[in-house]
């Protein structure tokens, strides 16, 4: 199971950080990734980190805003997002893949049920 929280409402340049811990399995040898779905469009792909930490990933419209990290030995991974956008408005989920570093839905086994992030202008 993966619980997301930290999500809230903020206003545009200002920063949150959100959290993924797992429970009922370790995920410390899954690829975590974040994903975020706004309002009518598709589950996007936002981050992606290896297990070892080695492979980090970011979608463009992200890269050099946010920042995946892990713990993994509190099983958690994190999502620290800063110069935050109206456009970054969506539900953001915690997902693991047990192969690669898939920058798809598809690649993920489990997901998290998704916190919900507000940017106002």
Known sequence: QLIESGGGLVQAGGSLSLSCAASGRTFSRYTMGWFRQAPGKEREFVATISWNVIITRYADSVKGRFTISRNN??????????????????????????????????????????????VTV
Request: glycine letters at 8%; a negative charge; hydrophobic letters at 25%.
């Open 73 to 118: 030995a509190k099983n958690t991974v994190y999502l620290q997002m800063s110069s935050l956008k109206p456009e970054d408005t969506a539900v953001y989920y915690c997902a693991a893949a047990s192969n690669g570093t898939p920058d798809r839905p598809s690649g993920y086994d489990y997901w998290g049920q998704g916190t919900q992030v507000t």
